[in-house]
């Protein structure tokens, strides 16, 4: 009698792309106090109790106060990869084949680090990335929608100018009162650069700056999109064209956007057809990565292989990677499917 050495199990993760991820929301505590101690900055917390204490959010506001003010360790292009390698290897952990990442230049910039500094820094841990994680990339560069539109356009001009290694644009941080109708020419611009367009929408703001994120600013994917539920003909066109909605679960329950898990709109997405993936949005801070956003969900909703394989195939198809690097990912999710059994 032989015996053959039992295959290994089929991984939890489907293989699958992260499609909104802000990198300085992939800073943990850890690093934040190791960055802090390396650069010679003092912490308005004495320790990681402290600052951990401060990680309850009422609303997209009240993260965003800690989010910005905890960027003041990242001083050195060292630092910005540090953080970038740091979420690369975990995300590789949780299946994630490719990754398009959002970062926020203004905040770095208002705070007197230079572009260069901060991009540098973020593309050149992207650039090792598929050697070094089996992760393909793309960087975004997201405009804070609570500061103006020109001094977003000077510096997607100073993008420009450097040739960054930027894919495209995005629109974030508060978004009740500074609607997309206040981005027009930035977006213009973009297009016009041969860019790629996103936009945060309809996470704490209304479902008319979906509408609106689509009309004036042509963007591709809207991230977040969850309010989109409240305006039935938007559910209908958003389903009739397929766009590509970048939804985060564990993200919408700290922020307060849906009171639990368990009434995430997300089943009510899917049900309507909409072309949705989900995602980790800023780990360090709501809880977790992609993997746990879907373990949450398998929880709470008993999600099973068909529905993981429907985001996991929407991510990829919705992501801006070349159609061979499409089709090596959506070959790596079937044989994943067949493994589950
Ligand atoms: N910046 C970082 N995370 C964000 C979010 N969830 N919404 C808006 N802006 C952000
Ligand atoms: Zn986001």
């Not at 790629?196 to 977040?224: C, N």
Request: aromatic share 6%.
């Amino acid at each position: 009698m032989t015996f053959s050495a039992s295959a290994a199990p089929a991984p939890a993760m489907p293989p699958l792309a992260e499609l909104h991820l802000h990198i300085e929301g992939t800073l943990e505590p850890e690093l934040i106090f190791a960055l802090a101690e390396r650069n010679g900055i003092e912490l308005p917390y004495a320790d990681l109790d402290e600052l951990r204490a401060r990680y309850e959010f009422s609303d997209l506001q009240s993260f965003l106060d800690l989010y910005y003010a905890n960027m003041s360790v990242l001083q050195t292009e060292a630092d910005f990869a540090d953080m970038t390698r740091a979420y690369l290897r975990r995300a590789a952990a949780a299946g994630v084949r490719h990754a398009e990442i959002m970062m926020d230049p203004q905040a770095h910039v208002d705070r007197g680090v230079p572009l260069a500094t901060a991009v540098n820094g973020v593309a050149s841990a992207l650039a090792a990335s598929e050697a070094e994680f089996g992760i393909s990339t793309g960087l975004i560069a997201a405009f804070l929608r609570d500061l103006s539109e020109e001094s977003a356009l000077i510096v997607l001009e100073e993008l420009l100018a450097m040739d960054a290694p930027i894919i495209g644009i995005g629109l974030d941080s508060a978004e009740v009162g500074n609607p997309p109708s206040k981005f027009i020419r930035l977006y213009d611009r973009a297009r016009e650069a041969g860019l790629r367009l996103i936009a945060h929408a309809g996470e704490e703001g209304p479902a008319s700056y979906v509408t609106d994120a689509l009309d004036l600013l042509k963007v591709e994917r809207i991230d977040h999109g969850i309010r989109c539920m409240e305006d039935t003909a938007l559910v209908a066109r958003l389903a009739e064209e397929q766009v590509p909605l970048t939804v985060c679960p564990l993200s919408n329950v700290r922020l307060g956007a849906v009171d639990t898990l368990a009434d995430h709109p997300l089943p009510a997405m899917l049900d309507a057809g909409l072309n949705v993936c989900v995602n980790s949005d800023d780990p360090a801070y709501f809880g977790g990565h992609v993997d746990d956003n879907f373990a949450g969900l398998k929880a709470v909703f008993g999600f099973g292989t068909d529905v993981l394989e429907t985001l996991a195939g929407n991510s990829i198809r919705s992501s801006f990677i070349t159609a061979e690097r499409r089709d090596v990912l959506l070959a790596e999710l079937d044989a994943w499917v067949r493994a589950q059994g």
